[in-house]
């Protein structure tokens, strides 16, 4: 994963050579106007296909196994039966689940919302009439986390990622001394966009560190819990049941979805938390709607079975996913490999490689490759403010195009790297 102390092993006649074959491999690139895109996270047109039997679903009828009708208005909380296939996976027991509309973010936006306006359980006051609060972003980290909490005048405060999730020796210490600080941002598995995932012990420490503030929230991102990419899966510990025996129930609000499973603009977010949690949200939910699309949640649960189906269903998407993150890492390691000039994470799940450049370099890197054809996510973006102090992580997100396009679009972005890493060395 990112190593922040690359530096170029070559010497000057190598790099000088190393520069000019690079001009004339991006002058032929740019020559060949290419039209590619590397940006989003998003499912390709065959994984989506995975799901196609879904769209003739319900098939049985349109009666929930409780007989609910639903087709109608009502059950809020969500389909039981659904709940129970996520609940293991999610590792939140079905009664503390919540199914709800087709997007997770939506749900954190709505947590975010609905603290600002009404006091958490245990919180002395509104997070509206704090004169300042913060959250806490591990980086690299989702630029939609940071862009909702901008949106409400939340401020952010990095926090550096290790291999093992965030620097947890920061956060303890920032989270103990500023009453401010009500929430942290993690993507716990396989985490957007580096892939690390959480080690027990950090999952630990953060269920039982002391917050100065009695309304902390810890903002528990599983968007890939089930997006393995190996034959063996990643498991995390047990946020929601680690909190509990550290006497803090109420610290975790988790969120997941089937966005990267079935459909990702017609899937079922879900949030889990403690008994209070869940009711407190509820209650808010309970003013802007109704309930939730439960036709959409008897078609998930008619496709998908149990959580085994799940599991299998994952193996399909891997089968197509894991050629193009192999490729990556093949033309990364065969163009860039013993240069110095890029690290970059082997992710084992998920959606993204993070690609880290010579300092200063990002930013160069990015423009040069849309010059070539190659849209990529604005560098800074995995950054709070759209700030990578460093210019030199990059988000690679191969999921989307084809096999040759991404080939083409990689093989594109290293000459990149290689120019503008070399010029800045040779400056
Ligand atoms: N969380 C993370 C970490 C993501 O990477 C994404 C999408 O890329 C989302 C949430 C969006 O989830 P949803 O589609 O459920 O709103």
Not at 181 to 197: H, L, Q, R, T
Not at 295 to 303: A, C, D, K, S, T
Not at 305 to 320: F, K, N, P, W, Y
Request: hydrophobic share 40%; net charge negative.
């Amino acid at each position: 994963s990112s190593d922040p102390s690359i530096s170029p092993t070559l010497g000057a006649a190598e790099l000088t050579a190393l520069r000019d074959r690079a001009r004339s491999d991006y002058a032929e690139l740019v020559e060949r106007g290419l039209s590619l895109d590397l940006t989003r996270g998003k499912p390709s047109p065959d994984q989506l296909d995975l799901a196609a039997g879904m769209l003739t679903l319900p098939a049985g009828g349109h009666r929930a196994a409780d007989g609910t009708d639903t087709r109608n208005y009502g059950g809020l909380h969500g389909l039981t039966e659904l709940r129970e296939i996520f609940s293991g996976l999610l590792q939140v027991p079905t009664a503390q689940l919540i199914a709800g509309g087709n997007s997770s973010l939506t749900l954190m936006h709505d947590s975010v919302v609905h603290a600002m306006l009404s006091p958490l359980p245990g919180a002395g006051r509104r997070w509206a009439d704090e004169e300042r609060i913060a959250f806490l972003c591990p980086v690299p980290g989702y630029d939609r986390h940071f862009a909702l909490c901008e949106r409400f005048g939340i401020e952010l405060i990095p926090v550096p990622m290790t291999a093992e999730g965030p620097d947890m020796d920061v956060v303890e210490r920032l989270v103990a001394e500023d009453a401010q600080i009500k929430g942290i941002w993690c993507v716990p598995k396989y985490s957007n966009p580096d892939g690390v995932c959480y080690s027990d012990e950090t999952v630990r420490r953060l269920a039982g560190m002391r917050t100065a503030a009695p309304d902390f929230r810890v903002f528990w991102d599983n968007a890939y819990a089930v997006h393995h990419l190996t034959d063996t899966p990643v498991e995390i510990a047990d946020l929601l049941a680690l909190c509990a025996e550290s006497g803090n129930p109420d610290r975790p609000f988790i969120y997941g979805s089937t966005s990267k499973i079935t459909f990702a603009g017609a899937g079922v977010s879900f949030f889990g938390s403690s008994p209070a949690n869940v009711s407190w949200l509820l209650g808010h939910l309970a003013k802007s709607t109704i309930g939730p699309d439960k036709i959409n949640h008897l078609r998930h649960v008619e496709f998908l079975r149990d959580e085994a189906g799940v599991l299998e269903h994952m193996r399909r998407h891997r089968e197509l996913l894991r050629p193009k993150f192999d490729a990556v890492e093949t033309i990364l390691a065969k163009e860039l490999g013993g240069t110095g000039l890029a690290s970059w994470s082997t992710p084992q799940g998920g959606y993204f490689v993070s690609l880290d450049v010579l300092e200063g370099c990002a930013r160069e890197v990015v423009r040069r490759a849309a010059e070539a054809g190659i849209a990529l996510t604005p560098a800074g973006a995995t950054h709070p403010y759209g700030d990578d102090p460093r210019d030199s992580t990059i988000r690679i997100a191969p999921s989307y195009p084809g096999l040759e396009e991404l080939e083409a679009a990689i093989t594109g972005l290293t000459v990149c790297v290689r120019l503008v890493a070399t010029e800045k060395l040779l400056e």
